[in-house]
């Protein structure tokens, strides 16, 4: 997804001069950092923090819902000092506890007998924080307790562009609840032990502790939440997969596996339409939303854990499917949305993105390998059969607008002039580029999208001919001709440019027909969807087992021997999970499980990294010189894609494929991974075991 655009400021200080020779603050303008911040989520609500629990450190700080910041910042004082943090233990994505000292109400020898609790709990309408204070000496304590609440009403569009916070909003006092409004967001705080008072920039919460010897006491205070117009809500049903245990000689993808499950249920919504079917949103903070293409691949991760999210994501995204031909909001018939958001996006001066966005290439097809495989695992035959007309629109703007120049590819240009340049995956405006570094011009026919098309209209085919519908040898037939095309058109063959790894597909064409010429992880794509041949899937895994693409700690997006390689740069050198999940798929269904294996190593090293909360991505630098994944410092976490790539490197460790669902578990191709098993794995109405 696309980030903040580059301001194009002095990276190295905070302070440059504008064009009128002006000495002027550039960090006022900039995107916030996440890497060392702390998140507490359960969807639409998510409060950042400092690892203390306090807020206002730090520009992402405060609790948002819907899109919208209520609170900006939070202080703490007991005994009018504040506590001397010892912990902070996430229990699970929606709660954490954080462990202090209060040395000052505490004699002075070397055992702390006087602690504070925070236990900081958020679900769908809002947050709770406990204090509990301990007192293990033999007389009683007493102390004031203060805490400040900054309100706000600032949008998360506002936040990432790194603008200063709106006014405070206009607070009204009712007995022990605050309340007010934003952004269409009404907010409100209460708390039945602490007083409510009013202050310049909010309100505190103001009371006295009174400890007994050897005892305890605990205040809360409640923010709840609700907004008027949000296109998505929170969804607290049961998640619609199973949890199984898993058993592994590596313990890192066994804790990445229940990380990542937890992650994902807390990033569970549905719209504000039909609240009964639920998707994935794409990430916290930046992409609290639906997203077409990043909510059908975490539901494709996740099919061996069951059909349910596969389901109702088809539903969703069927309920939006494009009916008309609408430039603004690239929508046409057939087409599936790109993102879903409550109101207009700005994203810089050049683009502005309408509430419900139809600008991504890639989304249309993927949704039909999406319903193809759910079929394949078990979805119900009257579930695929009530999705087979948004099949059929969906295989149609393939053929039609997905092409606009009749060449029997896919390609994408944006026609609004305000919306994306760039509409795969690798959305940000440097993301298709010659080896030179110089920029591709549009339209764009982008390989690895040729690969989900022929990949569509096969499944496809499969589907309208085991349900009776016409058409299913149209399509074979057009999957023969866009691959022909594809090899006829795409495959970069000179030696110069090749070298020993020998030749490979161009990330994409440019408006001439050019194959633009970078070696890109865009390949590991091609793997699996049976546009490749045996002989030139061991091409591709050849050049992504290279040092070149492989990090060590995953798959570069680009290659290191490209000019416009950069190891921070958002698509341009950087590792995204699910890029490298993806390709570790396709390597293991092609049989090469020792570059599987060796990309898989990488996921689970930087999973330790990162504590098993993958990001959204995080630096292409090598395993050899440094010790640690580096972190993209703005990157999602939790992102949804990189949480159900855990069950994606499951699925390769053990060989699933959709075979299971019928009863035929196929032994390991990634013997790299060492012994892997699963115990309570829910395939349609069965429960099994594998390798136990």
Excluded at 581 to 591: F, P, Q, S, T, Y
């Amino acid at each position: 997804m696309l980030p903040t655009s580059d301001t194009g400021v002095n990276p190295s200080g905070v302070e440059t001069l504008d064009q009128a020779g002006r000495l002027t603050d550039v960090t006022a303008s900039l995107q916030p950092l996440l890497n060392d911040e702390l998140v507490v989520l359960r969807a639409p609500t998510q409060a950042w923090s400092s690892s203390t629990g306090a807020m206002g450190s730090a520009r992402i700080h405060g609790v948002y819902v819907s899109d919208v910041r209520v609170i900006r910042a939070l202080r703490i004082r007991i005994g009018d000092q504040d506590a001397e943090h010892l912990s902070t233990g996430i229990r699970s994505a929606d709660t954490v506890s954080v462990e202090s000292l209060l040395r000052h109400l505490d004699d002075r020898t070397p055992d702390p007998e006087v602690r504070l609790t925070l236990d900081r709990v958020v679900d769908a309408r809002g947050l709770r924080d406990t204090l509990t204070v301990r007192n293990r000496h033999e007389f009683a304590l007493s102390a004031p307790i203060v805490i400040e609440l900054d309100l706000d009403a600032t949008s998360m569009e506002s936040v990432k562009l790194g603008h200063e916070p709106e006014d405070a909003p206009t607070v009204s006092l009712d007995g022990e609840t605050a309340r007010w409004t934003g952004h269409s967001v009404s907010a409100s705080v209460t708390s039945a032990e602490l007083r409510v008072e009013s202050t310049p920039t909010g309100i505190r919460l103001v009371g006295e502790l009174s400890i007994a010897a050897a005892s305890s006491i605990s205040v809360s205070w409640r923010l709840e939440a609700d907004d008027a117009i949000g296109a998505v809500r929170g969804d607290e049903r049961p998640a619609p997969w199973s949890r199984p245990e898993v058993l592994a000689g590596d313990q890192r993808l066994s804790r990445w596996v229940d990380r990542a499950l937890d992650d994902l249920d807390a990033l569970r919504m549905t719209t504000a339409q039909h609240p009964d079917q639920t998707f994935l949103a794409a990430g916290a903070p930046w992409f609290f939303t639906l997203f077409g293409r990043d909510s059908i691949w975490a539901a494709r991760m996740m099919l061996p854990l069951g059909t349910g999210l596969a389901g109702s994501t088809l539903r969703v995204l069927a309920g939006l499917q494009g009916t008309q031909q609408q430039p603004a909001s690239a929508e046409e018939p057939g087409k599936i949305m790109h993102e879903l958001r409550r109101e207009a996006l700005v994203i810089d001066d050049d683009i502005t993105l309408p509430p419900l966005y139809y600008g991504t290439v890639d989304a249309t097809p993927l949704f039909v390998c999406l319903l193809h495989d759910a079929w394949k695992w078990g979805l119900p035959d009257d579930e695929v059969r009530a999705l087979l007309p948004s099949l059929e629109a969906a295989l149609g703007w393939m053929r039609d607008d997905g092409d606009a120049d009749g060449d029997g590819l896919l390609e994408y240009i944006d026609r609004s002039g305000h919306g994306l340049a760039n509409q795969g995956w690798k959305d940000s405006g440097d993301s298709v580029q010659w080896r030179d570094g110089s920029l591709a011009e549009g339209p764009i026919a982008l390989c690895e999208v040729q690969a989900y098309a022929y990949e569509a209209a096969m499944g496809g085919a499969a589907l309208l001919e085991a349900f009776g519908r016409p058409g299913a040898e149209e399509w074979r037939a057009w999957a023969a001709r866009l691959r022909a095309s594809f090899h006829q058109k795409f495959w970069i063959t000179d030696a110069e440019r090749c070298g020993e790894l020998g030749p490979y597909p161009a990330i994409a064409l440019d408006a001439h027909k050019r194959p633009v010429d970078t070696v890109t992880s865009n390949l590991g794509h091609l793997l699996g969807t049976g546009l490749l041949d045996a002989e030139q899937a061991a091409l591709m895994a050849a050049r992504l087992g290279s040092p070149e693409l492989d990090s060590g700690y995953g798959l570069r997006t680009m290659s290191t021997d490209s000019a416009g390689y950069w190891p921070l740069s958002y698509h341009g050198g950087s590792v995204w999970t699910h890029d490298t999940a993806i390709a570790v798929l396709g390597l293991a269904r092609e049989g090469h499980g020792e570059v599987a294996s060796s990309l898989a190593r990488g996921l689970l090293r930087a999973a330790e990294g990162f504590d098993y909360r993958m990001p959204e991505l995080h630096s292409g630098d090598p395993v050899d010189e440094v010790a640690r994944p580096v972190p993209y410092p703005a990157a999602c976490r939790p992102q949804a894609w990189s949480a159900a790539s855990s069950v994606a490197v499951l699925t390769a460790a053990l060989g699933l494929t959709p075979d299971a669902a019928a009863g035929t578990v196929h032994s390991s191709p990634l013997a790299g991974l060492g012994s892997v098993a699963v115990r309570g794995l829910r395939l349609g109405s069965r429960t099994i075991d594998i390798g136990v």
